[in-house]
């Protein structure tokens, strides 16, 4: 448990008299690039018409299709986003009124370093195939994976604290205290991937995907009395 030592310390420092005579505010962002554990992919089924109960019959029927392969697709979780349907003007003369309906569909597998194996890509293939719209494919952190990483940045940004607050204190002459307030806000922050441009493609081959890590962040700032020398 190494990484636990420098938040023990941190919290675990003597408590200062009263009326300490310095405080110091530290801010810190601890930083850790963690590989992805998840292949993703996102694909939107898109339909235009100048009617709109007929776009969102061929929306509701290319995303029961999608649904059905990607559930029948070995350890894939899929699920849908917001339904949408929207009233566009063309640009044709004369103007004509039509109405565009989409849903995204959302694709997870576990999958080691987010790279996919052969079913995933297949999949999203097949799905391209079928007229869904290829809107991202890559990789991402799971729950556990995340909390893990963001724990790491956290005690990352403790420990530089720490560091910091003492090499002030040594520069004062005086002495490291309590620690009277720590804040802590941890975030991800997706690393490079690659981005697909919403377009239909009846493509022969499977896409190909090699995420990046992901860098996870985490901003810690703190309030540290600092005593007197004795």
Request: net charge negative; charged share 15%; hydrophobic share 50%.
């Amino acid at each position: 448990m190494k990484h636990i030592a420098p938040l023990a310390m941190l919290l675990g420092m003597a408590a200062a008299p009263a009326g300490a005579q310095t405080v110091l505010t530290i801010g810190a962002t601890g930083q850790v690039n963690a590989a992805p554990d998840e292949a993703t992919a996102t694909l939107v089924a898109q339909a235009i018409s100048p009617d709109a109960a007929k776009a969102q019959a061929q929306v509701n029927a290319m995303m029961a299709k999608a649904l059905d392969e990607a559930r029948a697709t070995e350890g894939v979780v899929a699920t849908t986003g917001s339904y949408g349907t929207s009233q566009q003007t063309t640009d044709t003369q004369p103007p004509k009124t039509v109405y565009q309906a989409s849903q995204p569909l959302n694709l997870v597998l576990p999958a080691a370093n987010g790279m996919p194996p052969a079913r995933f890509t297949d999949l999203v293939g097949k799905l391209q195939g079928q007229g869904l719209l290829l809107n991202d494919l890559g990789g991402d952190l799971s729950a556990k994976a995340q909390a893990a990483a963001q724990q790491a940045a956290v005690l990352a940004a403790i420990s530089q604290i720490q560091s910091q607050a003492e090499a002030v204190a040594a520069q004062l002459h005086e002495s490291v205290g309590a620690v009277k307030t720590l804040n802590v806000n941890a975030q991800a922050a997706p690393g490079p991937r690659p981005v697909m441009a919403m377009m239909a493609m009846r493509a022969e081959a499977a896409p190909v995907s090699a995420p990046g890590a992901i860098t996870v962040t985490a901003d810690v700032s703190a309030e540290v009395e600092l005593d007197a020398a004795k």
